[in-house]
C-alpha cells in the first residue's frame, strides 16, 4: 500500500518536473505594416490577416496553434482522469417540459449516451414514446443540431430549425406530424429568427444569401420578415418587413396563440426595440407602431381577445406589465396590469386561467400568480433557493410545469394543476452528484465605487478558509443579461475535485434592471472590470483561495471581460481562460452581427467612444509584462464573435508574454459560439480546459 503510494507521489511529480520544463516552441506569426487613423491617433493591426479565416495562411496557423496546445495538454497526467470523470458525470437521462398540442405530447429526452436530446411524441401522458426527430443521426461527426422546434396551431405541422458546425445560421425544414413525413420545404440563410405560424404557413427573418466565403465573417445587413406558404419554394415567400433606411435594424416576428395579431420588434442593437404590431383579421389589416424608438425593452407576451398584454420597461426600470388595445396604441392609453416593484420581472406566461410572473431577487427565483384581470393570486411555493424557469401551460389546460436548478441541483422537473397551485415531482434526474455534500453561499461584497455585488460561492462542505483552495471565478457583466444559477456538469466536476466555483453578478447585467445594465455599458464599461477585480479580491482576502490558486473564467462578452481584467492586472490570478471573447474593441462591428453590439459599447467610429474603447480593448492594451497562464477557447465557424479576435489577441499576447507562464490557443473546428455544440464536443472541450487549469493551479485530479 505504501509502495503504490510512493511510486504514485513520485510518478506525479516526474509529470509536474517534465511539463515544467518543457520549452513551449509557439508558431512564428508573420506581420504585416497595417496602421488605422483614428481621431488623429494611429493604431497599428499588424496581424489583421488573420482576419481573413479562409486563407491558407490562416489555416496554417490555426494548424500549427492547435498542435502546440495539443502537445503541451498531452504531457500532463492528469488528463485522461479528468475526461473519465467528465465522461462519467454527463452520463445521465434528461428531459424537457413536454409541451401539449391538441391531444399530442412533444418533448426531448436524452438517454445520457447520446450527444443531442431526441424528440419524441405520445399521444396521452401515459403513451408510448414515438420518436420524432433525431439529431444524432443527422451527421456522422456531432455537427449538426436541432436549434428548436415550432408546432403549427392547428397541430398537423412541426417546423425545425437545423444548424450546422454550431453557426448561427439556420435552415428550416417541416414535418407532417400524422404521417412523419418531411415536406419539400425547405429555408435557408435564416438567422436571429423564430418561426411563427399563420394559418398554412409561417413567417421567420432571414437575409439574401451571403457572397461565397462570406458566410461566417461578412457583415449581416437588411434582416427581413418573410412569409413562407406551405409547400411552396421559397422564392416565392412574401416580404412582410423590412428597412431599406437603416439595412442594419433586425426584425423579429411573432403571432399571438388565435392567429389575431401579427407583431414585429425591430431593433438596432441588443437592447431597444421599435414594436408595430398588425390585425390579421381586419380587412384592410395595417402595421400600428406601438414602440416608436429604441429607449426601452418593450413586447407583447400574449391577448385577451382585444387587449394586448405588454412586457416593458418605460418609466419601469424593474419592469411592469400594461395592457391596450390596437385602437389604443400610443403609451399615455396604456392601462397598467401588474405594477412594477423592487424586484425585476423576469417573464411572464399564461396556463389555465393565470397569469404567472417570474421575479428576480437577489438573483433568485420567486414567482407570484394573478387572475387574467390582474388580480394577484398567490406566491407559488418553490423547492428551494434557486432559478425557475417561466411556467409552460396553455389557455384551458389545466396542468402546467415548470424546471427549477441551482449550482448543486440537477435541473428537475415540476408539474402542478394551476388551481391547487401545489408542486409536485415530474422528472428528477440522476447525476452522479452528490448535491447533500455540497453548499453555495452568496455574498455581497463592495466594489472600487462602493457598490454592493452579490456573488455565489459553492463548494464542498467542511471547506477550510486558509487560502489554499483552487478556485474558478466566472463572469460576464453585460447585454442586460443574468448570470443565475444552474447546474453545470463541467463546473460540478471542479467542485467534485476539491475546487471552488464562485460567480459573480457583475454591472451591465440585469440582475437589478435596467438601471444595473446601464451602470455597465457604453463609458460605464469600467465598472464590470473594477467588480470582477474586487470579486476576487474578496476571495483572496477571506482566505477562499489566493493568486496562484485563482483562474478567471468568461465567454463571449465574458470573454471581453477577462481579456481587460488580465491587461490591467496581469498578477490577479494565476489562470486565465478568455473563451469567444470579444477582444478587438475598435473593429468587433465590422463582422456579422457586430454592429448591433455598439449600443452596448460604443462605435470606434464616434471619437468620445473610440477613447473609452482604446483604454481596455484587450487587443490594444497587451504591453510586454508577465501574464498568467493563459488558455484563450475559440471556434473556426463562430460567426457571433468571429475567431479573428482570439487570433489577433493569441499572437500579440505570444509575443508580449515575459513570463514562463503558458499562453496558448485552442480552436475547436466545426463548432460556432456554443450553441449546438454536441456532449462529446463539450467533454472534450472541458477536458483540455480542465487539463490547463488543474496543472498550473497546481491541483491533482480525484482517481476513482
Known sequence: MYKIIIFSTLAMLINLVVVAQQKITYPK?????????????????????????????????????NKVTKLYLDTIQDRKYIHKQLSEMWNYSKMSIPQQHGEQIIFTKNDGNQNFDVYYIKNSEDGENIELLNPNTMSKDGSVSINFISVSKDNKYM?????SAGSDWIEINV????????????????????????????????YKAPETGGEFAAKNEHHTVFYHKLETNQSEDEHVFWSDEFPLRNFRAS?????????VSASEGTSGNMLFVKNLESDKPEFITLVDDFESDTYVVGNNNENLIILTNIKAPNKKIMQTTIDAPNYDNWAPFISENEDVIEG??????????????DVQSRIEVFTLDGG?????KLPNNGIASTVVGKLNQSEAYITFSSYIQPTSIYKFNVDELVLDNYFVPSVDFKTEEYETNQVFFTSKDGTKIPMFISHKKGLKLDGTNPCLLYGYGGFNISIKPGFDVSKAVFMQNGGIYAVANLRGGSEYGEKWHKAGMLENKQNVFDDFIAAANYLKQKKYTSTEKLAIHGRSNGGLLIGAVMTQQPNLAKVALPMVGVLDMLRYHKFTIGWAW????????????FKNLLKYSPLHNLKKTNYPATLIITADHDDRVVPAHSFKFAATLQKMNTSSNPTLIRIDTKSGHGSGKS??????????????????????????
Open 29 to 65: 506569426t508573420q506581420t504585416e505594416e497595417v496602421n488605422d487613423a483614428y481621431f488623429g491617433k494611429t493604431i497599428q493591426d499588424p496581424y489583421r490577416w488573420l482576419e481573413d479565416d479562409n486563407s491558407e495562411e490562416t489555416k496554417n496557423w490555426v494548424e500549427q496553434q
Open 159 to 163: 417546423a425545425y430549425a437545423v444548424s
Open 175 to 206: 414535418m407532417e406530424l400524422a404521417t412523419k413525413k418531411i415536406l419539400s420545404d425547405h429555408i435557408k440563410w435564416v438567422k436571429f429568427s423564430g418561426i411563427a405560424w399563420y394559418k398554412n404557413g409561417f413567417y421567420y427573418s432571414g
Open 255 to 263: 403571432v399571438t396563440e388565435d392567429e389575431q395579431f401579427l407583431i
Open 348 to 361: 411572464v406566461s399564461v396556463a389555465g386561467d393565470k397569469v404567472f410572473v417570474n421575479y428576480l431577487k
Open 376 to 380: 394577484f393570486v398567490q406566491e407559488l
Open 598 to 609: 455598439s449600443v452596448e459599447y460604443g462605435s470606434s467610429e464616434n471619437e468620445n467612444d
Open 679 to 704: 456532449k462529446q464536443k463539450l467533454i472534450d472541450e472541458w477536458t483540455d480546459i480542465w487539463t490547463f487549469t488543474f496543472h498550473n493551479l497546481g491541483m491533482k485530479a480525484v482517481v476513482k
